[in-house]
């Protein structure tokens, strides 16, 4: 079983919110000093989903990683998960893309990784939500697609997928080779281990750029864009929160019911 | 730029009828058709549908295209795919629009790659660009910390829209529409997944995204015994338990009861936010409920810049003495 699994690096979703700023001028979001990045939290599920296949049948996992000035000890975390190869796709051309550059460009890479039987990417990558890059590389490469998975068995060239719905989930069968979006509702992806993290190390990435995956500048990053963004902004909070005071908290808990009725809340 | 011209809505079926959001769709849509001049016109998909035709032109649409075929009846990228491709390429609409569900977020991303266009998915809101014309797309981005308003100069502007944000249009029987079969012209071999089975989580009382009142618990719970005394307000308050993200990684909670940004959206008139931090992707589901409370021990929580109200305090303190005054002036 061959999976090619896409990571992308991301601002660490998980910064307080306080330290959230953006850059109106240039549409950018600023990174949050202090806080370095990390792997999508939905792209490590994915890896995990990867790892559970790798664990029961066997197989190779190669993490695909792209953008410009990647921090190894980020992108090498897939690695130290259990995973065997790293291919980076790195160039400042890589760079500020939408859903629709960063699928050609990843689509690209995996024709000539070759040969896979799942592509697994996150349900949407944490810093843009956009979520179309996993159906959009399954579009590009001509393979079905299930999204939200919550869990996934292969056996016969088929794999089953529960899928999450709204009140529960799907099972769904897929002919192989299939592309995967993983949901957080798989469960946790696992720790690195201090031997997985060693290999990690000694492990050197291929490095791809533009021209190694045939691919014209003007085709990926910023230049391949179809969405343009028109603005970004942080939208502003009305903040006035009345907070009721008591000499103990169960003395507020009966101010906050009293008031609550007051107004008719309830 | 192209000659395409009209709005087309996606409208989803479940269980044999229109969903909510289809009428949501007609509402926001109709706005853009006639901010544009343009027709709005409705797509039906599934198996045994065209009796909701009418519905759909009665609440907005200029016009109906039925697609309807036993190869239909569920859900599948492959065959929803191969008929939206065909009755976009034969309606040529300027904008497309789906709701933000499990089909919309799998079907509009594949769709825009397939008509070589874009898409943005989970738009909070939605209008036309008094001087290009243009479809300008807001949407969360970065967890619900920022948003972005995106656009595009290529036709059809794909959307899909986060359910409960647009209202509906008051019906009116009385508003005329036509009404256009399609031949679905699918190659049953041509569908490469199949839906083995559907598994439903029992929700046991009200569902939580129906539910007037919410109670909410988070991280700061501990565990989940906490959660039953939140269900026991529930109950008295007739609303339903969620929860964040963290919770259900926990396995506190089942995942059907995540309140946020890849959970469910609620739109409560009540909801009482206890012992959860506020984070982006969390409110990203329930900053548009009426009144949200607060009840968090640490006062620089995010949830106190989200609530109208709140109490600084140990939620085990403070629960037990809430409920037991509720319960009190419910009489």
Not at chain 2, 298 to 323: C, H, L, R, S
Request: aromatic share 4%.
């Amino acid at each position: 079983m061959n999976m090619i699994v896409c990571c992308k690096q991301v601002i660490d979703p998980e910064a307080p919110p306080a330290s959230f700023r953006v850059d109106a001028g240039a549409n950018k979001v600023l990174p949050p000093q202090g806080v370095p990045p990390v792997i999508s939290p939905f792209d490590e599920q994915a890896v995990e989903a990867a790892l559970r296949i790798k664990d029961a049948q066997g197989g190779t996992i190669t993490a695909l990683t792209m953008g410009n000035n990647l921090l190894r000890d980020v992108v090498k975390k897939p690695l130290s998960m259990g995973a065997d190869e790293l291919v980076l796709l790195e160039d400042a051309a890589f760079e500020d893309g939408d859903g629709w550059s960063n699928a050609y460009a990843l689509a690209e890479a995996i024709k000539k990784i070759g040969e896979y039987d799942i592509i697994f990417c996150g349900r949407q990558a944490a810093d843009w939500d956009s979520g179309q890059v996993g159906s959009g590389i399954a579009e590009i490469l001509g393979l079905p697609s299930v999204t939200l998975a919550k869990k996934v068995d292969v056996a016969d060239g088929k794999a089953k997928v529960e899928r999450v719905i709204p009140d529960g989930y799907e099972v769904v069968e897929v002919s192989l080779p299939a592309l995967i979006t993983v949901s957080n509702e798989l469960g946790e992806a696992r720790y690195p281990t201090i031997k997985g993290i060693m290999a990690a190390k000694r492990k050197e990435p291929t490095v791809w750029k533009p021209a190694d995956i045939g691919v014209d500048a003007s085709n990926i990053g910023a230049n391949g864009r179809r969405a343009k963004l028109v603005k970004l902004f942080q939208p502003v909070k009305e903040g006035h929160c009345e907070i009721i005071e008591g000499d103990s908290p169960e003395e507020a808990a009966v101010g906050l019911a009293m008031k609550l009725r007051e107004v008719k809340v309830f | 730029m192209s000659d395409n011209k009209g709005v087309m809505i996606v409208g989803e079926v479940v269980e044999g009828k229109l969903s909510p959001i289809a009428a949501e769709l007609l509402g926001c849509g109709r706005k853009l058709a006639d901010d544009l001049g343009q027709e709005l016109s409705a797509v039906i998909i599934g198996s045994g549908v065209s009796g909701l035709a009418e519905q759909a032109i009665s609440q907005g649409a200029d016009k109906v295209y039925v697609v309807d075929d036993a190869l239909l009846k569920d859900y599948q990228t492959d065959s929803y795919l191969s008929v939206m491709d065909k009755v976009v390429k034969e309606a040529m609409p300027q904008i497309v629009l789906m709701g933000q569900t499990s089909m919309g977020r799998d079907l509009a991303p594949r769709l825009a790659f397939r008509l070589e266009t874009s898409a943005a998915l989970d738009c909070i809101a939605l209008e036309i660009d008094p001087d290009s014309k243009r479809l300008l797309q807001t949407k969360p981005v970065y967890g619900g910390n920022a948003q972005a308003i995106y656009s595009s100069d290529i036709d059809p502007q794909i959307a899909t829209v986060r359910p409960k944000v647009m209202s509906p249009l008051a019906p009116d029987s009385a508003k005329k529409g036509e009404v256009i079969t399609i031949d679905a012209g699918l190659d049953a071999s041509a569908i490469r997944t199949s839906v083995l089975e559907t598994v439903l989580e029992e929700v046991v009382g009200i569902k939580l995204e129906d539910a007037p009142v919410v109670v909410s618990g988070g991280r700061g719970m501990g565990g989940p015994e906490g959660f039953e005394q939140l269900a026991e307000l529930a109950k008295m308050l007739k609303g339903a338990v969620g929860c964040t993200r963290p919770v259900c990684d926990s396995g506190w909670m089942p995942d059907t009861q995540q309140v946020g940004l890849t959970g469910k959206i609620v739109t409560p008139d009540f909801y009482i936010a206890v012992a959860l931090s506020g984070s982006s992707q969390h409110m990203a589901g329930c900053s548009s409920s009426k009144t949200i409370v607060a009840i968090n021990k640490d006062p620089e929580a995010n949830i106190f810049k989200e609530a109208q109200y709140g109490v600084v305090g140990d939620w085990k303190k403070v629960i037990p003495a809430f409920t037991e005054k509720v319960k009190e002036l419910l009489g």
